[in-house]
């Protein structure tokens, strides 16, 4: 017998596989350097393709959260680990957010819409970021939420609170204009 330890065998269903595609985002969590901005780059694509109409950034925003929760909740009790930090739909779902909230408020106030501007992106990128890792009150509050309602919450939180700085930010600028 030799001195290997083996890992025991852990069956997985169908399901299993599709939660861990899905909570890994295809995989992209797996990268060795900062899965959470990799989860975040993801998080930009999917608002560049889908997120630019108030009612169809409210579809994807609500399909990335749901399934964000279901997914990262089975990952999470699979692996018996909380919140690994391979799972990043949370983070695909808290960007996308960041980036919607403001394109959103801008279809209601019919003002200019920003959303295909670089500069936007960037400021929406960063923000994300920096509320996701400070997690300012109460988000840090809702990591403690069980499974993968913690998991997402948090970085939905954050994605709204990056989301209504970057649209204060666009306001007040717009203001200076004037």
Known sequence: MSGDVQQPHLSSSVS???ALVIATGAGAGYVPWAPGTVGSLLG????WLWGHSFFG?????????????????RVEKRHQEADPSFIIIDEIAGQFVALWVPTGIAVILAT?????????????????????I???????????????V?????????GIYAGLALQLLISSSMLMKL
């Open 16 to 18: 299993d596989r599709v």
């Open 44 to 47: 930009v694509g999917v608002f």
């Open 57 to 73: 950034g409210l579809l994807v925003a609500g399909l990335l959260s749901l399934l964000g929760v279901w997914a990262s909740g």
């Open 112 to 132: 200019r819409l920003l959303a295909g501007d670089p500069l936007f992106i960037l400021m929406g990128f960063v923000l994300f970021r920096f509320f996701d």
């Open 134 to 148: 400070v997690k300012p009150a109460p988000i840090r509050r809702l990591e403690k939420l069980k499974r993968g």
């Open 150 to 158: 913690g998991i997402v919450a948090d970085d939905l939180a954050a």
